[in-house]
């Protein structure tokens, strides 16, 4: 079992930098790949990153390749979205996920825990 909590989402102009982070709580953190994903209003929840449990190991959507990168501390029991470079088109809400199987999944469905999501919205 693990409960998640996002937090750092808000306004911000095209171009600039925003850093999301996940706070878990639970023993086992270590023991969970973690991934990121958004929603926009009316729109399906896409992935956007994952990693695997020791960090060593990321993937990443198309669309934010090259300018996205997600991280963990497993001491901390967090993981990180470094988001720079943002479009009006990121704007989304963004939930964490955890997942007992592999970090390289792309569904929702098979993520098993998720927090409540933090909202980035990016103005034109």
């Known amino acids: 079992q693990v409960q998640l909590v996002e937090s750092g989402g808000g306004l911000v102009q095209a171009g600039d930098s925003l850093r999301l982070s996940c706070a878990a709580s639970?023993?086992?953190?270590?023991?969970?790949?973690m991934g990121w994903f958004r929603q926009a209003p009316g729109k399906e929840r896409d992935f956007v990153a994952g990693?695997?449990?020791?960090?060593?190991?990321?993937y990443y959507a198309d669309s934010v390749k090259g300018r996205f990168t997600i991280s963990r501390d497993n001491a901390k029991n967090t993981v990180y979205l470094q988001m720079n470079s943002l479009k009006p088109e990121d704007t989304a809400v963004y939930y964490c996920?955890?997942?007992?199987?592999?970090?390289?999944?792309?569904?929702?469905?098979?993520?098993?825990?998720w927090g409540q999501g933090t909202q980035v919205t990016v103005s034109t």
């Open positions: 639970g023993r086992t953190f270590s023991s969970y790949a």
């Open positions: 990693i695997n449990r020791s960090g060593g190991s990321t």
């Open positions: 996920a955890a997942n007992s199987n592999r970090a390289d999944r792309r569904r929702s469905y098979e993520y098993d825990y």
